[in-house]
């Protein structure tokens, strides 16, 4: 089992930067991949950025890549996901998930199996 605790969002007007942090707890947090979805409302949860248990590898949904990064601490139980020039179409609530799947499914929520509640960003124009 693995608990995790987002932080970090806010009301920010657009062009702004945000860090979100995800804090985990219980079984071993270095094991897990990690992934950042998103749902704004009405729409469909969508991946957004994932790293791999090492740190090694990662990846980002076309919307966000060249302002988001994704980040882990594996000494901390934190994973982070650094946003810079955000956008009015960036709001939505984002959630921290983290799972074992094999690395092809982290664009899916399938491929996860543990889930924050989430934190809400929110991009004025």
């Known amino acids: 089992q693995v608990q995790l605790v987002e932080s970090g969002g806010g009301l920010v007007q657009a062009g702004d930067s945000l860090r979100l942090s995800c804090a985990a707890s219980?079984?071993?947090?270095?094991?897990?991949?990690m992934g950042w979805f998103r749902q704004a409302p009405g729409k469909e949860r969508e991946f957004v950025a994932a790293?791999?248990?090492?740190?090694?590898?990662?990846d980002y949904a076309d919307s966000v890549k060249g302002r988001v990064t994704i980040s882990r601490d594996n000494a901390k139980n934190t994973v982070y996901l650094q946003m810079n020039s955000l956008k009015p179409e960036d709001t939505a609530v984002y959630y921290c998930?983290?799972?074992?799947?094999?690395?092809?499914?982290?664009?899916?929520?399938?491929?996860?199996?543990?889930w924050g509640q989430g934190t809400q960003v929110t991009v004025s124009s």
């Open positions: 998930s983290a799972g074992r799947a094999r690395w092809s499914f982290r664009y899916s929520p399938l491929g996860y199996s543990y």
């Open positions: 790293i791999t248990w090492t740190g090694g590898s990662t």
């Open positions: 219980g079984s071993i947090f270095s094991m897990y991949d």
